[in-house]
């Protein structure tokens, strides 16, 4: 089993699209036509008050639950996502709140649990651990020794443990439901920058929070999400966090009419590219979904970005 290796320099392509995503459990309907997309190296956070849908999307796309209406592409191709091993092997992890970490087990054995490197009949103890310390030191991780119990790890480590577990299958969308959870100050910090961390590493990675302030700190795009609809898409760098709060409870409302994604065509016209803003508000710019197989320009980082 081979490490994720970074990769920095890669042109930022689109790793995966959702369009038209509907799922229904009975009478009620969780999701209603949503569209979804995130690139290489780009933070995508996916926001909306409880019941918005934002669970049902992830498990969408983890395998959980099929969805009853909708396409699903992974670099390109439309794919079908029948269960969370289908998931694994296209290269979508998950990273739930509960982070399923064995407590009596150490980090070594919590990484490579059913992936274990074997030498002979016997668990190759010494590049695993190897192994950990070099992914650890990549994600400039604060953990003082991989062979304490994960039980005595403080809550930021404990996520740390989980982040890098799942980068073991060499991923190319870590999805991550709340990860600050119930985190202090010190222990935040240390998650926003295991964050940085995965999308310098060329990761599509997409947070679920309803932290606006980490949410303006790491994200490069916003999906807001409001009674199981597309509410809005902005660019971090467009938006304010009141308009973003204003799109979550429905002070502004962009579902009314429902999004058409453009077919795919190898080249558009200027009056339709893909940049082009859908709607201006006073707090930002709401983005449309742009045409498969085309690259958005990165986001400015400067100094007074976050």
């Known amino acids: 089993?081979?490490?994720?290796?970074?990769?920095?320099?890669?042109?930022?392509?689109?790793?995966?699209?959702?369009?038209?995503?509907?799922?229904?459990?009975?009478?009620?309907?969780?999701?209603?036509?949503?569209?979804?997309?995130?690139?290489?190296?780009?933070?995508?956070?996916?926001?909306?008050?409880?019941?918005?849908?934002?669970?049902?999307?992830?498990?969408?796309?983890?395998?959980?639950?099929?969805?009853?209406?909708?396409?699903?592409?992974?670099?390109?191709?439309?794919?079908?996502?029948?269960?969370?091993?289908?998931?694994?092997?296209?290269?979508i992890e998950t990273i739930f709140q509960d982070l399923a970490l064995c407590d009596n087990l150490d980090v070594v054995a919590n990484l490579w649990l059913g992936r274990e490197l074997r030498d002979g009949a016997t668990l190759d103890e010494v590049d695993m651990e190897q192994r950990t310390w070099t992914l650890l030191r990549e994600l400039s991780?604060?953990?003082?020794?991989?062979?304490?119990?994960?039980?005595?790890?403080?809550?930021?480590?404990?996520?740390?443990?989980?982040?890098?577990?799942?980068?073991?299958?060499?991923?190319?969308?870590?999805?991550?439901?709340?990860?600050?959870?119930?985190?202090?100050?010190?222990?935040?910090?240390?998650?926003?920058?295991?964050?940085?961390?995965?999308?310098?590493?060329?990761?599509?990675?997409?947070?679920?929070?309803?932290?606006?302030?980490?949410?303006?700190?790491?994200a490069d795009r916003v999906v807001v999400l409001r009674l199981g609809?597309?509410?809005?898409?902005?660019?971090?760098?467009?938006v304010t966090s009141e308009t973003l709060i204003a799109a979550i409870t429905g002070a502004v409302d962009h579902s009314v009419a429902p999004r058409r994604v453009p077919e795919r065509t190898d080249a558009a016209p200027a009056s339709a590219r893909d940049d082009e803003p859908a709607d201006q508000t006073s707090g930002g710019t709401v983005i449309r979904m742009p045409r498969a197989g085309s690259r958005p320009t990165s986001r400015p980082r400067g100094d007074g970005s976050r």
């Open 1 to 91: 089993m081979s490490m994720t290796h970074p990769r920095a320099g890669r042109p930022r392509e689109r790793v995966l699209t959702m369009r038209g995503i509907g799922k229904r459990f009975g009478a009620v309907k969780a999701l209603t036509d949503v569209d979804f997309w995130v690139n290489e190296g780009e933070v995508v956070a996916l926001v909306g008050d409880n019941g918005a849908g934002k669970s049902t999307l992830v498990k969408v796309l983890a395998g959980v639950h099929p969805p009853d209406s909708g396409s699903i592409e992974f670099d390109g191709d439309e794919v079908v996502i029948g269960s969370p091993a289908d998931a694994q092997q296209l290269g």
């Open 141 to 218: 991780a604060k953990i003082p020794s991989v062979r304490v119990p994960v039980a005595s790890l403080s809550g930021g480590q404990r996520q740390t443990v989980a982040i890098a577990r799942s980068l073991i299958g060499e991923p190319r969308v870590v999805i991550l439901d709340e990860p600050t959870a119930a985190l202090g100050v010190a222990q935040t910090a240390e998650v926003l920058n295991l964050i940085e961390r995965l999308r310098e590493r060329g990761h599509g990675v997409i947070l679920i929070s309803h932290n606006m302030a980490d949410v303006m700190a790491v």
């Open 229 to 238: 609809r597309n509410n809005g898409v902005y660019n971090v760098a467009d």
